[in-house]
């Protein structure tokens, strides 16, 4: 028996120790068997005692067709996908372990077409991910600051990388989306101030004017309006890890299983956050009405002791179903909510200002009100007494 039919006669009986794998043989190409995938491994002798071992998916065609039929926003959730994540690193590891035992050393890679799935199959969420967010900052600064917003409104870090145009959110660097939104830079407004203040001296400066030598940035400018339902430092975060797990990729660099998984995560939580924002732009009224609407939830459980974070979410239920606090406050919830699932609404600018029309209405006391389970905020009832 040459080496090379004793190394097949070896790998196969190795191989059938294993766990979950079955194998058949037919002539010198073994079938191996691991749930839904078929492979199909030969050797070819390239010189005395080296071996080219080829390793290949015989059904993988089958199982991509009936993956990428999948939404991509559900793809972690895709049970083949699971299967071949946990599965490919898994038979890698066996197919060493044995060829090493077998021959006495560990084998070389000389192509990894798993690695080359994982590439072409995850690179291109990310680039989804990067083109929405894209699109989002800038048309929201088109919106905010017009087709020159591009003159006051950029970080001296990502300034001094790229040439200023309108079209430069388009053409800087993955990173530096990051910290075009969240550092803080010098723009004319505040330069003009602190150039008074060393002309006139600071006590010049009215309170206005103070407030503004603070660090400014375009998340607290622009950005934490539109993306409604993530807070700076979460977006911050989670943005830099995707930027980890891209260079890999872009780098053909080989991905761990958990930092696939990842990716999935990032993907799904990313992609939700982008597509509402997307919605916000729809209509800019969306925006001031949930920006207005957020400073009056918190302005009420500050200003309020009836007001507390069980209740705040529907506190119009606690007051007498019928006055017109209540219908007012109950409109201007059901608007919130409808905005909050996507349900499109025509917002006006006396819809904003009614908001803060009706916190001046709301009782500063409870002197004229009778109150039912007041030690039970949860269930308090407040009636306008006649």
Excluded at 166 to 179: A, G, R
């Amino acid at each position: 028996m040459d080496k090379r039919d004793f190394f097949i006669k070896q790998f196969g009986l190795h191989l059938s120790e294993e766990s979950d794998i079955e194998i058949d043989e037919k002539n010198i190409i073994r079938i191996i068997n691991y749930k839904k995938f078929e492979f199909e491994f030969s050797i070819e002798e390239l010189n005395r005692g080296i071996f080219l071992i080829y390793i290949s998916c015989s059904n993988c065609n089958e199982t991509d067709t009936e993956i990428s039929s999948q939404n991509d926003e559900d793809i972690d959730s895709n049970s083949t996908e699971k299967s071949k994540i946990d599965f490919y690193p898994k038979i890698k590891e066996i197919f060493e372990k044995n060829i090493e035992d077998i021959m006495n050393y560990h084998p070389f890679k000389a192509y990894d077409s798993y690695d080359n799935y994982v590439l072409s199959k995850y690179y291109p969420l990310i680039t989804k991910l990067e083109n929405k967010m894209r699109y989002i900052l800038t048309k929201y600064m088109f919106i905010k600051k017009g087709k020159e917003w591009y003159k006051d409104n950029i970080p001296d870090i990502v300034k001094s990388r790229k040439e200023k145009n309108e079209n430069l959110l388009y053409t800087i660097d993955f990173i530096q989306i990051n910290n075009f939104i969240f550092s803080n830079y010098l723009n004319k407004e505040r330069e003009n101030i602190i150039k008074k203040a060393k002309r006139k001296g600071i006590n010049t400066l009215d309170k206005n004017e103070i407030e503004k030598l603070v660090n400014i940035n375009n998340w607290d400018l622009f950005f934490d309006k539109v993306f409604f339902n993530i807070d700076k430092d979460n977006l911050k975060n989670k943005w830099a890890k995707l930027y980890k797990l891209r260079n890999k990729i872009a780098h053909n660099n080989h991905l761990k299983q958990e930092e696939i998984f990842q990716i999935q995560n990032l993907y799904k939580e990313l992609y939700e956050i982008l597509e509402y924002s997307e919605f916000l732009l729809q209509d800019e009224k969306y925006i001031d009405f949930l920006s207005s609407f957020n400073m009056f939830q918190n302005k009420c459980k500050n200003e309020f002791d009836y007001i507390n974070d069980k209740n705040i979410k529907s506190f119009y239920k606690l007051f007498d179903n019928g006055s017109k606090l209540y219908e007012d406050l109950k409109i201007l919830f059901q608007i919130k909510n409808d905005l909050l699932n996507k349900i499109p609404k025509k917002i006006t600018n006396e819809t904003i200002n009614k908001i803060e029309k009706v916190f001046k209405r709301m009782p500063n006391n409870l002197g004229k009100y009778s109150v039912n389970n007041n030690e039970n905020t949860e269930n308090l009832e407040i009636k306008e007494e006649s």
